[in-house]
Nanobody
């Protein structure tokens, strides 16, 4: 049974930090590109960050570049998102996803096979 479970969300003041984690099970984690997406109320889900299967290639949305860092641990089947200098516009439900691609280029959301249920991040100004 495939599972992706996010954790680490919460309420934080603007300028603060949060670290999201996503633990995967039920599939071959090390051959999947992992990504983080987010969806704010009334908006479509948007790309946040992506990490390739070996962790060597990362992509970020322009809105989070320089503030967020994605990482993965293939031995622990975990992908993390370190979020610093948070802004009110970062408020959203954050989802991790898994795509059967090497991740050498940005993988569209439609190519993702698996998704977690999401974790809420709220940044107060």
């Amino acid at each position: 049974q495939v599972q992706l479970v996010e954790s680490g969300g919460g309420l934080v003041q603007a300028g603060g930090s949060l670290r999201l984690s996503c633990v995967a099970s039920g599939f071959s984690f090390s051959i999947y590109t992992m990504g983080w997406f987010r969806q704010a109320p009334g908006k479509e889900r948007e790309f946040v960050a992506q990490i390739s299967i070996n962790g060597a290639t990362n992509y970020y949305a322009d809105s989070v570049k320089g503030r967020f860092t994605i990482s993965r641990d293939n031995a622990q089947n975990t992908v993390n998102l370190q979020m610093n200098s948070l802004k009110s516009e970062d408020t959203a439900v954050y989802y991790c996803g898994a795509a059967p691609r090497r991740g050498l280029t940005v993988v569209p959301a439609t190519y993702y096979d698996y998704w977690g249920p999401g974790t809420q991040v709220t940044v107060s100004s």
